[in-house]
Structures are given as structure tokens and as C-alpha cells.
């Protein structure tokens, strides 16, 4: 199903295996199997040790200090800033706002350019396979201006309904917040088509990235999208780190997220003026630690290389999906031609929960339920799904641990 | 269903029970035995207002009252939570409000069920002996008499 034209030579799975200390724990007497890699994944000693460094060697607050340890870590904090940049391909480093993830980086976009920007009978497009924190904002967003959700429905084969995203658009159309990789599906979207359409009705686009960036090339200029978030705890990162990608123009033309310190250029009671960018979008004290230790990951899988990371990926869903769909009563949801390693099923009469405790019980960590996709699973009738995501360091072996423990599963409960 | 014994009693009844597994398979093996032969809830009963509230799996229960005792009905749409629910009705249905406030259910973490108690689990284990209490709070205060 999924085709590499070129294959990379491939990825010693075993060598990268040893480098995540959390692979040799056991769970329920039995080693772990972690399959919830579209949740979180897990991170490389590398980037543990990255931590430890910076609060044992050079833990001090930015920008301001001048003393050495301030202008160590400014610097290794602004380092992570240039990577990223390099990573998504942005034009300046001054479009890259570190936040506390994906979420807050759509909350925001809401919150600013939203608030400056969307009036009453405006219209925001989302999907059908937006993830909760795509959604909630925009509709917090369309209560407080009076203004209209659109909603891309999705194929059943968990495709968007393209012809229907064009209907939807028009010149009220001011916004489309769309999912590039879905969490609960695995489908990957047509992006630059999405915003190619929506350019020419004068919209704005976000890309909501959490789940496509550890997967896929990201280039946000041949994109051409206005808006990219992301978070590092999916990229093998720290958790509590995001970023808000912005072209530059709109970032500077929109107002201040939140106030403090580090967002100002000048203050006084009468009148505070706002710093620069990326600064006037980071107010306080930022993750200091967690976003050094973010460009380790980054530099981590920039190493190991991106297609052979996504090869291996591909092997592993492709192996997944043919050993899986043999299952008695299993039913794959979410079968788009274009997928991230994100194998979501249902099981004929089986609650995904039940399938969960026994999987855990055998040390294999899945996801069930309706993964904050609660719209799309009713869009589908079923209450949840079970969902194994793979990562670099999982194995077909272990995937045929996944379908002995389903087997097993299925034995019992029926 | 007329209990020969106190909760305490069933409570070590069931302990007992377990102490026969030595894996974990065979624990939930048990579980989902009991769940499968847990009997069905009446459609009637499958109600919102009867509904446990738990992230992915749905529990209805609810309460009979009779000779100053509880009797209680519960169903779930998942197998393993269905043979949580079936422990929990034989050891407090059949008792009364008062002697049902005040059963502290330790069984639970004895036969190492706890993981159900837990937030994260949210399978509606938790809620649902909150709403078994609140039955026979609810009970008490409506027959101060027989309780």
C-alpha cells in the first residue's frame, strides 16, 4: 500500500533500540511493546542527557542575564530556534514561536489573529478528522464573534471529501485550520492543495502538524501555508515544548498572546510598547530546559535520516495491516492511500477497552477509545477504535506479538 | 439474591477466589467469565439517567429497594468492566443502605484491580461504586426507618 520509490538503506532497528532506555523495561512481566507512539514518543538517552546537562552545567534565565551561565543558555535556547527553523524550511528565524505545544500554538492563533480578524458571519473551515484541540478553540472563537464552523466531512475510507472542501469555500471563508497526518486515522491530507484553494478565496491556513512532522518533509514555504504548529514530545523531544510557525507579516501585524515580561520592549503605566519578533509572542519565563533538549531530538533524527525513518515506518504499517486484517472480525478505520504509521481497528462485538487491559497485560501498549476525535468516531457509529502507532524503534517482531495478543484477546472475549 | 453473609465475608470470598491465579491472564480470564455471565439489563433500564459516566466504556445500573435492602442491576458495553461490576453486585447487593456506606471494598486491591480504580483507567470501576453509595445514601434518607 505504501510505495517508496527509492529504498534508503535501512535503519539498524536494534542499534536505535539501545539508545531509549525506557525499550528495556518490563510491564506485567513481560518486555514493553510500545505501540502509542502517535500519543507520545518516547525519547533517546541523548535527549535525557540534554536535561541533565543544562540543570547540572548552565541552568540560568534568558536574554537577560550577562553573566556566563545566562548567555550559555541563551544561546543553547536560541540554537533550538535556528533548528527548527531549518527543520520546517521557514524563511526567518523570527517566524518561530516556541509555546507549550500544539494546542496552545492553535489557541494562539484563535486568541490573536483570530480575535483581530474574524467578525460576525465570517467563516472558519475545519475537517472532519480534526483532532479536539482543532476544533474547540475555532468554535470558542466562532460563539464569541457570531461567526459560522464548516466542517470538511471525510470518505469512508478516511479521506477529505475534496469536491465538498470546495464547495464549503467562498468569500466568507476566512480561515482553514486543517490537519496534515490525523491522530485517530493516519490519513495524510492534501495540504498544498487545501491551501492552494483556500489562497485563492483570500483565506488564511493553519496546518495543524503534531502528528505529520516526525513523519514527513516539512517545508512550510512550498507549502505556502500562513500558520504550522507543532509539538517536540511527538518528535522524540521533551513534552511541554511547541512551536507556532507564522509568516512573518501576519505575526507582526497581529497583537500580543499573552503580557509579562520578555514580550515588552518598554514599559511604563501609561503605555507599554512590545517587543519584536519572535519575543512579542513569548511572554514570561519560556521551557528553557525542554526546548534545549528539543533541538537534540531534532539533530537526533536528522542523523538517522528522515526517508529512512519514514521507509521503516511504512515497512512496519504495511506489515501491520496485511498480518492484522487476517483477524477474525477486524476492521481496519481509516484505509487513505497516504498514511503515517497509524494502524486504527475495530473488533466485530469487542469493546476496544477489553483489548486494551489484555494487550497491556502482555506488556503491549496500545491506544483505545476515540482518541479526541469524538466527531469523527460518531461520524463512523463506533465508540472508539484501538490504535497502534509505530516509531523508529519498534519492530515486525513485536508487531507479531500485537497480533498474538489480539488473537488471544479475541479468543477470550468471545 | 438473599446474601448468607456479611460484605466482609464475600469480600474475603472473592480474595480467596483470586489467591487460586498465579497470572495475570488467568485473573481476567475470570473477570471476563463472570462478565460474560453477568445477565443482561433490561432495554428499559439502558437509559441516560441510569448511565455511569466512564471515558470509553458505558455502565448502566441501577437499584431496587426492598425489606430495607438494596438489590442491584448493572450492564456494560465492555466485557472486563462487566465482570468488575458482577463482583461488586455480589458483594453489596442484597445488604442494606446502611451496611453499604460503610463497606471499604479493599477486595479491589487485594485481587490487584486497582489499575481500575485509577483516573487514567476511567473506565467507570471508581464512578460506579459512587453511584452504588449514592443509592444507598439516597435509600437511607428516603426510609430513615429500616436503615
Not at chain 1, 88 to 109: C, D, K, M, Q, Y
Request: with cysteine; aromatic share 8%.
Amino acid at each position: 500500500m505504501m510505495e517508496t520509490a527509492i529504498i534508503p538503506e535501512s535503519l539498524d532497528v536494534y542499534a536505535i533500540r539501545q539508545q531509549f532506555p525506557v525499550l528495556n523495561r518490563q510491564v506485567k512481566g513481560r518486555p514493553l511493546i510500545y505501540f502509542d507512539n502517535a500519543a507520545t514518543s518516547q525519547k533517546p538517552q541523548i535527549v535525557i542527557d540534554a536535561l541533565v546537562n543544562y540543570y547540572t552545567g548552565y541552568n540560568a534565565n534568558i536574554h537577560r542575564g550577562i553573566h556566563t551561565l545566562a548567555e550559555e543558555a541563551t544561546a543553547a535556547f536560541e540554537a533550538t530556534r535556528d533548528t527548527v527553523q531549518q527543520f520546517i524550511h521557514a524563511a526567518s528565524r523570527e517566524e518561530i514561536i516556541f509555546t507549550r505545544g500544539t494546542t496552545e500554538s492553535i489557541n494562539l492563533v484563535a486568541y490573536t489573529w483570530g480575535r483581530q480578524n474574524i467578525k460576525a458571519g465570517d467563516e472558519i473551515i475545519i475537517s472532519a478528522m480534526e483532532h479536539h484541540s482543532n476544533i474547540v478553540p475555532w468554535q470558542m472563537l466562532c460563539e464569541e464573534k457570531n461567526a459560522v464552523l464548516k466542517v470538511i466531512p471525510v470518505t469512508d475510507s478516511g479521506e477529505l471529501r475534496m469536491e465538498e472542501y470546495e464547495k464549503l469555500l467562498s468569500e466568507k471563508t476566512k480561515l482553514v485550520s486543517i490537519v496534515h497526518a490525523s491522530n485517530a486515522l493516519g490519513t495524510v491530507n492534501p495540504v498544498k492543495e487545501i491551501i492552494g484553494l483556500a489562497h485563492r478565496q483570500g483565506a488564511v491556513v493553519l496546518v495543524d502538524g503534531a502528528q505529520s512532522t516526525v513523519h514527513l518533509d516539512i517545508d512550510v514555504q512550498e507549502l505556502d501555508c500562513d500558520f504550522f504548529a507543532f509539538s517536540s514530545h511527538k518528535l522524540y523531544g521533551p513534552t511541554g515544548v511547541g512551536v507556532l510557525y507564522g509568516k512573518k507579516q501576519l505575526l507582526e501585524a497581529m497583537p500580543p498572546f499573552q503580557g509579562g515580561g520578555e514580550m515588552i520592549r518598554e514599559v511604563t503605566f501609561e503605555k507599554t510598547t512590545y517587543n519584536d519578533l519572535p519575543y512579542k509572542f513569548e511572554a514570561g519565563t519560556p521551557n528553557i530546559a525542554d526546548t534545549i533538549a528539543f533541538k537534540t531530538a531534532l539533530d537526533f533524527t536528522a542523523r538517522i535520516g528522515k526517508d529512512k525513518i519514514r521507509a521503516h515506518e511504512n515497512e512496519l504499517l504495511a506489515y501491520a495491516t496485511d498480518l492484522l486484517k487476517q483477524l477474525p472480525g477486524l476492521r481496519i478505520i481509516g484505509e487513505a492511500k497516504e498514511k503515517v504509521s497509524v494502524l486504527s481497528f475495530v473488533l466485530e462485538h469487542i469493546h476496544p477497552q477489553d483489548i486494551g487491559i489484555l494487550l497491556d497485560n502482555r506488556g503491549i501498549a496500545v491506544r483505545t477509545g476515540h482518541h479526541c476525535a469524538q466527531a469523527l468516531m460518531q461520524c463512523y457509529g463506533i465508540p472508539g477504535t484501538i490504535r497502534a502507532s509505530f516509531a523508529i524503534y519498534n519492530t515486525t517482531e513485536e508487531i507479531d506479538e500485537l497480533a498474538e495478543g489480539l488473537k488471544r484477546a479475541i479468543k477470550i472475549l468471545s | 439474591m438473599e446474601p448468607k453473609q456479611t460484605i466482609a465475608e464475600t469480600e474475603q470470598e472473592i480474595i480467596d477466589e483470586f489467591a487460586l491465579f498465579d497470572s495475570w491472564d488467568d485473573k481476567y480470564e475470570y473477570i471476563i467469565d463472570l462478565g460474560k455471565k453477568l445477565p443482561p439489563l433490561d432495554e428499559q433500564y439502558k437509559t441516560d439517567e441510569n448511565k455511569v459516566r466512564g471515558c470509553q466504556s458505558t455502565v448502566w445500573l441501577t437499584a431496587d429497594y426492598r425489606d430495607g435492602k438494596i438489590f442491584f442491576k448493572a450492564e456494560s458495553d465492555a466485557m472486563i468492566v462487566k465482570g468488575l461490576i458482577s463482583m461488586l453486585i455480589r458483594v453489596l447487593s442484597g445488604h442494606t443502605p446502611d451496611e453499604i456506606l460503610a463497606a471499604d471494598l479493599g477486595f479491589i486491591q487485594k485481587i490487584g484491580m486497582t489499575t481500575h480504580l485509577a483516573q487514567t483507567r476511567s473506565n467507570g470501576l471508581l464512578s460506579m461504586v459512587k453511584q452504588m453509595k449514592n443509592y444507598a445514601l439516597a435509600f437511607k434518607v428516603k426510609n430513615p426507618i429500616t436503615s
